[in-house]
C-alpha cells in the first residue's frame, strides 16, 4: 500500500460523501480519489462500475492500492421488480471490481448488507451464519459477496445495516418529515436491528485503512452502531429528538405491505471487527442524536 492511492466508488451516497468529509482526519498517507457513476460534484471523478475497461484502467493507472466500494443499487422494493439491474451494480461491477484489484495486487473494501440473511435468527448474526436472503436486493448483494471471494483478491467485506445519514433518501429524514406533519403515525415494531449511522461507518473503513495492517486481516466483517431497536423505536427516538408530538404508534410489518420481505431479526454480531481493528462504536441513539442535529443547524 505504501504511496499508492486509495479509490471510493459511489463516493455521491450516504456512505460515499461522509468517506469524502472525513478522509482527512485520520492522517492516511495516499491521495483519495473520490468516484461515482455520473460527475456532477466538485472533486468527483465519472466511474461506472459497470464498464469493466474503466474499472481496470482506473485501478491501474490511478496507482490504487485500495479500493473501497461505496456504490450499490440499494432501493430494495425496485430491486424485486428488476433483480437484472441490481444484479448488474451488486455483483456484476463488483465483480469488475474486485478483478482489478487482484491484477492489481490492490485491497478491496467492499460493504454488504444484513440483507443476506433470512432474519428467523434471535441472537446476533455472527460473520459465518448461514445466509439465505429474503429478497432480491439481498440476493445481489450476497451473489457480490461470493463474487468477491471467488475473484481471489484481497478483501474485507463489511456488511452493515439500517444505513442514515444527513444526505439523501433515508429513514431518519422520512421521519423527521412525517413526524413533523402529521399527529399521528405507525411504523413496524416486528423489524429489529441496529441504525448505523454513515459517518461511523466511514470512521471505521478509515480506521481500517490507517491501521496498516488489513492487508493481513482480510475476511468478512460486521459493522453496525451499538444496540438494538425496532423500526419504531427508532421512529419514536427521531419524534423524541426533532422535538416533535407526533403519536407514534406499533403496527406489524403486514400492516405496511412493501414489495419486497424483510428480515424480521438483523442484529449483527461485531465482536470480530471490534477486535480486530480496536475499533469503539458509538450507541445508535447518540449517533442519531448528532444526525438530528445536524439536520436542524441546517434546516434540512
Ligand atoms: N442504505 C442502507 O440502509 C444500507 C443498509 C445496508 C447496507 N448498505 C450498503 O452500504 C453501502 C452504501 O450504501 P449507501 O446508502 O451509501 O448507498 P447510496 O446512498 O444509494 O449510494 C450509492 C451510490 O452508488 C452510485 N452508483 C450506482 N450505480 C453505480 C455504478 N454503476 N457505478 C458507480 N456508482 C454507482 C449511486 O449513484 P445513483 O444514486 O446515481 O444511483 C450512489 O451515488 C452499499 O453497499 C449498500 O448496499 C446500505
Known sequence: MQNRNILVTGACGQLGRELRRLADVYGISGRFVFTDIVQGEDGIFELDMTDKEAVLAA?????????????????????????????????????????AC???SSLLIHVSTDYVF?????????????TAPANAYGR????????????????IIIRTAWL????????????????GERDSLKVVYDQVGTPTCAADLASAILAIIADGNAENK??????????????YDFAVAVNELAGHDCAVGPCRSEEYPSKALRPHYSVL????????????????????????????????
Open 269 to 300: 454480531d461485531k465482536r470480530k471487527i471490534k477486535s480486530a481493528f480496536g475499533l469503539s462504536i458509538p450507541h445508535w441513539r447518540e449517533s442519531l442524536k448528532n444526525c438530528i442535529g445536524i439536520l436542524s443547524d441546517n434546516n434540512i
Open 59 to 99: 485501478v491501474k493507472d490511478g496507482n490504487i492500492g485500495i479500493v473501497v466500494n461505496c456504490a450499490a443499487y440499494t432501493n430494495v422494493d425496485k430491486a424485486e421488480e428488476d433483480e437484472t439491474a441490481a444484479a448488474s451494480v451488486n455483483c456484476d461491477a463488483v465483480r469488475n471490481l474486485a478483478e
Open 164 to 179: 442514515y445519514s444527513p444526505c439523501g433518501k433515508n429513514f431518519v429524514k422520512t421521519m423527521l418529515k412525517l413526524t
Open 102 to 104: 487482484r491484477e492489481n
Open 140 to 155: 445481489t448483494k450476497l451473489a457480490g459477496e461470493k463474487a468477491v471471494e471467488e475473484s481471489g483478491c484481497k478483501a
Open 218 to 231: 482480510t475476511g468478512i466483517y460486521h459493522y453496525t452502531d451499538e444496540g438494538v431497536c425496532s423500526w
Open 118 to 130: 433470512d432474519g428467523n435468527a434471535c441472537v446476533p448474526y455472527t460473520e459465518d451464519a448461514e
